[in-house]
């Protein structure tokens, strides 16, 4: 199966705060970076609503769904996004939205202080889409297709290769039900509230600003550690 091998190369480079928390009660991760560290591409304002607010949400409302008993006491949040297919609407959505968004901001950096893609990663990159700019090209075109909310990601499926694919709502690549499972290696948020303060209806737009501020040499670590599983 390659979920376990999956998840466990995710959380092998996954936030410090992220790989803290595994068992509830869950809390908010700090930012990595202030609020304001990001712009012009993401606004201090969108990032303190995202962070402080929505990201909050899915942290209280997967606590409250534990509290009732949605999942047994002390899963960790490794199981419940593992095995979301088995689990209440409410544990699938916020686990699956506590997951995705500090996966979320680990994957970026301020511009400038992204670093740049190992040369393994490059060379993956290039064996499947051509280029780097011809990658960029597809994940935006994913991004901007994804119906409603939702996510795109760039995965190593189960065939170890690149590729790209994305999920509604807070669904991620190491869900059950995830229609194409992999181990993510970076996510971008194409909800309306990480983007539409600054950019209003153009997700287009706002995914293309986005590169400026990917962690590439933390999506380079997460590629390594794929590999080595």
């Known amino acids: 199966m390659i979920r376990p091998i999956a998840f466990a190369a995710a959380l092998a480079a996954a936030p410090t705060a992220l790989l803290a928390q595994q068992d509830g009660p869950f809390t908010l991760p700090d930012l990595p970076y202030a609020t304001d560290a990001l712009a012009p591409a993401i606004s201090a304002e969108t990032m303190e609503l995202h962070h402080g ?21 002390g899963t960790t949040l490794e199981d419940l996004v593992a095995e979301a297919g088995t689990y209440p609407a409410a544990i699938r959505n916020n686990a699956g939205g506590h997951w995705n968004h500090s996966f979320f901001w680990d994957s970026m950096a301020p511009q400038g202080e992204g670093g740049e893609m190992s040369p393994e990663l490059m060379e993956a990159i290039t064996a499947v889409y051509g280029s780097d700019e011809a990658f960029r090209d597809a994940f935006e075109a994913a991004g901007a297709a994804q119906f409603g909310s939702g996510w ?25 039900v995830a229609e194409t499972p992999g181990t993510p290696l970076l996510g971008n948020d194409v909800w309306e509230h990480a983007y539409y303060l600054t950019y209003e209806n153009r997700r287009p737009e706002y995914l293309s600003s986005w590169w400026d501020v990917v962690n590439w040499s933390e999506v380079s670590d997460r590629y390594a550690a794929a590999l080595e599983e």
Request: glycine letters at 2%; a negative charge.
């Open 53 to 73: 607010k929505h990201h909050q949400s899915y942290v209280t409302n997967l606590n409250a769904a534990m509290e009732r008993g949605d999942a047994p006491e």
């Open 152 to 176: 795109v990601w760039l995965i190593v499926n189960e065939e170890d290769e690149l590729e790209i694919t994305s999920t509604p709502n807070q669904d991620n690549p190491l869900m059950d």
